[in-house]
């Protein structure tokens, strides 16, 4: 596609249900990463992606967070048990490759509202 | 960590006129990259401006241009000439050259255009 898409765009679910967030990010980019937007605040990291490498989850704030991704295509973000401090935007980016010294641009996708009654 | 702080948690601006959005960082770190984003209502993250700590020369792209001062640890965004399609939140962003890939945001400037 053109560029990062995610869906839903706009979730709301009950205190601890699980709900599930999808990232489609752009062709050809290796480098995959999930962040949170809280009300008011910057964005958060969460977890990174990288080719075929271990995920870097050194952001994920509990073990209900987990995100996997298949080869380089779609990641789907899982929170389990869901609670109300996990209301906010998540947005996932993608860049080509990703690595320390690149200067890869981030491209960023819509986000996906979440809201936690 | 490094941190990154925008002081201005509102600004703003008449159409046409120039602007200028402040952000300082903490990091001892001697190489890295420093990114302004803007986000419109529509929620989606826009690459602004990009500058290498490395260099010297303050980037440009049409109407915006930083101010870096390397040892102040600064990197303010001005906007000139603006239009009303300027009005967003605008996030400064850090990002280590040598380990993690993870930008650090800023909390945010959100940017008013008045006619």
């Known amino acids: 596609g053109a560029g990062v898409s995610q869906s839903p765009s706009n979730k709301v679910t009950e205190k601890g249900k699980d709900v599930e967030l999808r990232c489609d990010p752009i062709?050809?980019?290796?480098?995959l990463y999930w962040y949170r937007q809280r009300l008011g605040q910057g964005l958060e990291f969460l977890i990174y992606?990288?080719?075929?490498?271990?995920?870097?989850k050194s952001g994920l704030p509990s073990d209900r967070f987990s995100a996997e991704r298949t080869g380089e295509s779609v990641s789907t973000l899982t929170i389990q048990r869901t609670q109300q401090e996990d209301s906010a935007v998540y947005l996932c980016a993608s860049s080509f490759t990703g690595t320390s010294r690149s200067t890869d641009t981030q491209y960023f996708g819509p986000g996906t509202r979440l809201t936690v009654l | 960590a490094q941190t990154v702080t925008q002081s201005q948690p509102e600004m703003s601006v008449q159409e046409a006129e120039t602007v200028t959005l402040s952000c300082t960082y903490d990091?001892?770190?001697?190489?890295?990259?420093l990114f302004w984003y803007k986000q419109p209502p529509s929620r989606q993250m826009i690459l602004v401006i990009r500058q290498e700590a490395y260099k010297q020369q303050n980037a440009t792209e049409n109407r915006f241009s930083v101010n870096f001062q390397k040892a102040a640890k600064s990197f303010s965004l001005k906007i000139s000439d603006s239009q009303l399609g300027d009005a967003a939140m605008y996030f400064c962003?850090?990002?280590?050259?040598?380990?993690?890939?993870?930008?650090?945001f800023g909390k945010g400037t959100s940017l008013l255009v008045t006619p």
């Open positions: 992606f990288q080719g075929n490498s271990a995920p870097d």
């Open positions: 990091t001892s770190e001697s190489d890295y990259y």
């Open positions: 062709s050809g980019h290796t480098a």
């Open positions: 962003a850090y990002r280590s050259a040598y380990s993690g890939y993870a930008l650090n």
